[in-house]
């Protein structure tokens, strides 16, 4: 007779990065309080409003093909503590073309924000990695998107001394940034 085990894993939860709604983006900001220190999705903090779920391919298609309204663009590179020159150029956007959507409460391409999804993955990467090896780092405050920050900005070996954020303004870049990320996370907190 076979013994079962005792221990169950802990379910994952699912993440949820927010973005707005097309249609509700002016009125539901409007409506809603500054949330600067409004924890969002791992740590994310800001003016993000309704949600996408990460997992869910056809409902992150949609959003893409929507294209993400330009107010969500700076609010995740505010929380990367990352000067917004080097995010915009990271993620291949001019400094013109993201300001003008900001004035203009318009949206970035669908392009852009793919590149921007694939920036919040790999956070989310790094919260679930170390929550899953370190829960005590995440109850006293780890801060993936701190963490990325810094790594995303240092040279590294495996990718022939390259900065990772140098590569991130294309798809096949950011793939390969996620595969050396996670390498490095497995190694790091394994």
């Known amino acids: 007779m076979e013994k079962k085990s005792t221990t169950q894993k802990k379910p994952r939860a699912v993440a949820r990065v927010q973005f707005a709604a097309p249609e509700k983006t002016l009125r539901a900001f409007a409506a809603t309080p500054k949330r600067a220190n409004n924890p969002g999705v791992l740590g994310l903090r800001g003016g993000i409003i309704g949600t996408v779920d990460t997992q869910d391919e056809m409902e992150v ?12 663009l700076y609010n995740v590179i505010d929380t990367l503590h990352m000067p917004q ?5 990271m993620l291949g956007i001019a400094k013109s073309t993201a300001s003008g959507k900001l004035k203009t ?3 970035i391409t669908p392009e852009q924000s793919e590149r921007l999804l694939g920036l919040v993955s790999l956070v989310k990467m790094v919260h679930e990695t170390v929550e899953d090896s370190n829960p005590e780092a995440i109850a006293s405050g780890f801060d993936a998107a701190t963490w990325l920050e810094r790594w995303i900005t240092k040279p590294l070996p495996a990718i ?4 990772p954020a140098d590569l991130m303004d294309t798809m096949v870049g950011q793939a390969l940034v996620t595969k050396v990320l996670r390498q490095a996370l497995e190694g790091s907190f394994a």
């Not at 020159?85 to 150029?89: D, G, P, S, V, Y």
């Open 160 to 163: 022939n001394n390259k900065v």
């Open 61 to 72: 298609i949609t959003v893409v093909k929507a294209g993400i309204p330009a107010r969500d």
């Open 105 to 107: 409460d318009a949206r």
């Open 85 to 89: 020159e080097h995010a915009l150029r």
